[in-house]
């Protein structure tokens, strides 16, 4: 049975809100969720307490699992939320306050303001509050002090104990039997170098070279190794040391065969979705009008579909690019390169930056996608590279990217190896794009760090890459 039929949602609103509520309760309607109606019915003015207070009122009592509350501002109605014993009301803005809302607070009404959000952005917000659990331990024993607060009067601090540990404990319980199989056979493969069977071909290019050369395994799950390091892990090591001079014999897995041209025909797309097949690219990279159409011809391959957000400029609104974003996975792409907020990098916004990169990210979470953060680096001083790699690291990115290839330069060694010494130890992976047009040029970004090519000249790096092998 869908368990939305059971979950009942006590919404409310005061007139300022009264529209939004009315579209919002026909959306979760058409979900599955039972809705209880508080009120208002109309656009009359009238005083948001009272309905703050009956949307609480359901909560307390029982008769609804979540409050929904909306008027002008959302403020008021979190307060008065908040009076109702049992009641812990969140004002969200945005998906990150929602999640946060839940997973670290469990807060069980929402407030939102009308006259700040629209529809759009109040649905994605509402999903994302509907859809998180408060699970950790140390978050909960905060929820129960805050209960404390309610019926003692007082902190109880004799709550505190290990939960911290207990936390990182479960983090790890949390990572399935065949991720923790994998892992143990890299680990077996590092600290038992002269076991590794090498591969076919005349270079001995082991599976673990593999991942500090060219990133294959670690782009699949960045977020494993992230477990690692919240667990107290420092640093963690790919190789033996030997071997970071090669370049793989399936350099094809670490190219994003790419036409981003505003001229692009959709036989020019079918022709690159072809190729990609063919030669067994990572992904193809396109715009997103392209997204549906590239699925549709890559369907049952391995090969992902790879789309940019707030491109090339980077100057687009984050509600905007997480909306952009979402739709392009609900049109089949698997990958999203979007381009930061240069502008507010430049005028030290950095905190809004983060959020544009936040926003995109946590949709690339939701929709099971890979995110990659194309900092533009031709345009930033030094210290500006190092903030945009912090920033994309503390918004949880799989990969920072150096260049959309429509700025003043493309990729460097220099920056790579920047960008490596920034990100490459946190699970995070590096593209380098913008003017690779060789073999050459591929094996010396990926020496200095680089786990992904982004290239329209795919092709011909694979067939001098061949050329290369025969010769030696």
């Given at each position: 049975m ?5 979950t009942?949602?006590?919404v409310?609103?005061d007139?300022?809100?009264?529209l ?20 208002t ?5 009238v ?6 207070f ?13 409050g929904?509350?909306?008027d ?10 908040n009076?109702?014993k049992g009641?812990?009301a969140a ?5 990150s306050?929602?999640q946060?809302?839940?997973?670290h607070?469990?807060a069980?009404v929402l ?15 509402v999903d994302?509050f509907?859809?998180?659990h408060?699970?950790?331990?140390r ?13 003692e009067g007082?902190?109880n601090?004799?709550?505190r ?14 990572i399935s039997s065949?991720e ?5 056979q ?9 076991e ?7 270079k001995t290019?082991?599976d673990?070279?593999?991942?500090c ?10 977020d ?10 420092d640093?963690?090591?790919?190789h ?16 994003d065969h ?21 030669y067994?690219?990572a ?12 699925a549709k ?14 491109f090339?400029?980077?100057?687009h609104l ?7 974003t979402?739709?392009a996975i609900?049109?089949?792409a698997?990958?999203i ?8 990098l430049?005028?030290?916004q950095d ?16 929709g099971?996608a ?5 900092i533009?680096?031709?345009y930033?001083?030094e ?5 945009a790699?912090?920033l994309?690291?503390?918004a ?7 260049s ?10 220099e920056?790579?190896?920047?960008m ?5 130890q ?6 380098a794009?913008?003017?690779?047009k060789?073999y ?7 020496q ?16 001098e890459?061949k050329?290369?092998t025969?010769?030696?």
């Amino acid at each position: 049975m869908n368990t939305r039929s059971k979950t009942i949602i006590a919404v409310g609103a005061d007139h300022a809100g009264f529209l939004l509520k009315e579209d919002l309760k026909k959306y979760l309607q058409d979900e599955g969720y039972e809705v209880m109606d508080c009120g208002t019915s109309g656009t009359d003015s009238v005083d948001y307490p009272e309905y703050a207070f009956a949307v609480a009122n359901k909560v307390s009592s029982g008769e609804a699992q979540f409050g929904l509350m909306v008027d002008g501002a959302g403020i008021g109605s979190a307060i008065v939320a908040n009076k109702v014993k049992g009641v812990r009301a969140a004002l969200c803005y945005d998906i990150s306050t929602a999640q946060n809302a839940r997973k670290h607070n469990d807060a069980n009404v929402l407030t939102l303001g009308a006259a700040l959000i629209g529809l759009g952005l109040a649905i994605q917000i509402v999903d994302t509050f509907l859809s998180h659990h408060c699970t950790f331990d140390r978050h909960l024993r905060r929820v129960k002090m805050i209960d404390a607060i309610e019926s003692e009067g007082k902190i109880n601090t004799s709550m505190r104990s290990d939960f911290d540990q207990k936390d990182k404990e479960k983090e790890l319980i949390n990572i399935s039997s065949e991720e923790l199989t994998q892992i143990a056979q890299k680990v077996g493969e590092l600290l038992n170098v002269g076991e590794v069977p090498a591969s076919s071909g005349e270079k001995t290019h082991r599976d673990s070279d593999m991942v500090c050369v060219c990133g294959v395994c670690v782009e699949k799950k960045p977020d494993i190794i992230r477990k690692f390091l919240d667990f107290g892990v420092d640093r963690i090591g790919y190789h033996d040391g030997t071997g970071c001079e090669c370049v793989p014999d399936d350099i094809a897995r670490c190219i994003d065969h790419t036409l981003l041209k505003p001229d692009a025909t959709e036989e020019d797309i079918k022709k690159l979705c072809a190729e990609a097949r063919e030669y067994h690219f990572a992904s193809v990279c396109l715009s997103p009008s392209y997204v549906k159409l590239a699925a549709k011809e890559l369907e049952g391959s391995s090969v992902k579909v790879c789309t940019v957000v707030g491109f090339p400029s980077g100057a687009h609104l984050p509600g905007i690019k997480a909306m952009e974003t979402r739709q392009a996975i609900r049109d089949g792409a698997r990958e999203i390169d979007m381009v930061i907020n240069i502008g507010a990098l430049k005028s030290k916004q950095d905190e809004l930056v983060y959020r544009d990169i936040r926003q995109v990210c946590e949709a690339c979470e939701d929709g099971g996608a890979v995110s990659k953060v194309i900092i533009e680096a031709a345009y930033l001083t030094e210290d500006e590279k190092v903030r945009a790699c912090e920033l994309a690291k503390n918004a949880r990115a799989n990969y920072v990217k150096t260049s959309t290839g429509f700025g003043p330069n493309g990729a460097t060694v220099e920056d790579i190896d920047l960008m490596n010494r920034m990100v490459g130890q946190h699970g995070i992976g590096i593209k380098a794009a913008g003017g690779i047009k060789s073999y050459a040029d591929a094996k010396e970004m990926i020496q200095a760090g680089a786990t992904r090519i982004g290239a329209s000249a795919g092709i011909k790096i694979l067939q001098e890459a061949k050329q290369m092998t025969i010769s030696n």
